[in-house]
């Protein structure tokens, strides 16, 4: 969803031509909740959309998810959640307990200007979970996860970003999930996760050519360390970071907690990022709109108890451990992952949360080094 402030731009080093699939979803999101609310007597429901598509399976097929199903899981706690834990010897984390996507935000000072930015996103606008189950448009709600197994072949990719996008091969199966499915207009990202390299493999606009893949752009995170992509550099995502990490999965809220902060878009960007973003996707130089890379979270004050537990672990992590502004798009939209046990109605309660319950927080005594996520 990159795109400059008065429109589409053209490609420069530092911005891309994207479209605005969260917007238009949002336009066919009210439209279609007009025709429930007639339909159901005006009861206030949301629609569930329909059963999504069958998952990819048999031999050399992949799982579109980043971890394996947990069995049904009670409802949530109101006790306050653990810290994150640290990963198993062996195991493959989303990155280090020590990487800023994990910091607790919830004691940062705000910045001076929060109020601002704040306003430029929209305090009336109210925040939007991008993700559930079944399908929407004709392709899941979400942002896919491909899991691959231990050695699965690499393909050639192509980019037409190529000078900021790390090089090929990449193990991406010719039957990936593609975001917004096959048939899909726009992002088209494509997010591999392989466990045994302790690898995430990140395409934008992704499309298969020919026994591989050609994409926008392509980035490779090592999931044990803090490395930062290049100064300037875009990755998959506007703010040259990892998609992967701020996405919310339904086996954390299953489990409880998640222990990380949420990716999030906004209306308009200033044409500038912040730690630890490392690429602005704007040509504004409007100091009240954000930077990519703005952390904010949804205030302490905010009563999430009664909440749906789905939705009420999601506020509990905004309030925690925060958002950060990772792309252009519709405001307050927040990404996770498809996911057919999502309950699309608890996820619809988010919506009765508006910007006004935000602030944005000052993450600048948390950075050790500004080529590195590492925390203090």
């Known amino acids: ?52 598509g069958a998952t990819p399976s048999g031999p050399g097929s992949a799982t579109p998810s980043a971890v394996a199903h947990l069995a049904a899981q009670p409802a949530p706690s109101q006790s306050s959640p653990a810290p994150p834990v640290p990963a198993a010897p062996g195991a493959c984390p989303i990155f280090p307990a020590d990487n800023v996507w994990h910091a607790d935000v919830s004691g940062l000072p705000l910045l001076g200007n929060s109020a601002t930015l704040v306003g430029s996103i929209g305090t009336g606008a109210a925040v939007h979970a991008d993700f559930g189950s079944g399908t929407w448009d004709g392709g899941p709600i979400g942002i896919p996860v491909t899991t691959v197994p231990a050695g699965q072949p690499a393909v050639p990719v192509t980019f037409q970003y190529r000078s900021e996008s790390d090089p090929g091969p990449y193990p991406v199966p010719a039957n990936a999930a593609v975001e917004g499915g096959s048939a899909s207009t726009g992002d088209r990202h494509v997010i591999v996760l392989d466990p045994a390299r302790c690898r995430d493999y990140e395409l934008f606009a992704a499309k298969p050519s020919g026994g ?19 100064a300037g550099w875009t990755s998959a995502d506007a703010a040259g970071l990892p998609i992967l990490a701020g996405l919310v999965r339904y086996e954390e809220v299953a489990a409880g907690h998640i222990d990380h902060a949420i990716r999030v878009t906004v209306p308009r960007s200033r044409n500038s990022y912040v730690w630890p973003a490392r690429h602005a996707a704007s040509s504004s130089s409007d100091a009240s709109l954000p930077p990519m890379g703005l952390r904010l979270r949804l205030k302490a004050s905010v009563n999430i108890a009664g909440l749906p537990a789905q939705a009420r672990v999601v506020a509990r992590a905004m309030q925690q451990y925060g958002v950060i502004v990772a792309d252009n798009g519709s405001a307050w939209y927040i990404s996770g992952a498809p996911d057919q046990r999502w309950s699309n109605d608890a996820l619809h309660a988010l919506g009765g949360l508006h910007g006004s319950d935000f602030e944005a927080v000052d993450t600048s005594g948390l950075m050790v080094n500004p080529a590195s996520a590492q925390v203090r």
């Open 212 to 230: 591989g893949w050609q994409a926008g752009s392509g980035a490779v995170f090592d999931l044990r360390g803090n490395a930062l992509r290049p």
């Open 1 to 52: 969803m990159r795109s400059s402030d008065t429109g589409p731009v053209l490609a420069t080093a530092t911005t891309r031509l994207r479209l605005r699939p969260g917007a238009r979803r949002a336009t066919l999101t009210a439209l279609l909740l007009v025709l429930a609310s007639v339909a159901a007597g005006c009861s206030g429901g949301t629609p569930t959309p329909a059963a999504g």
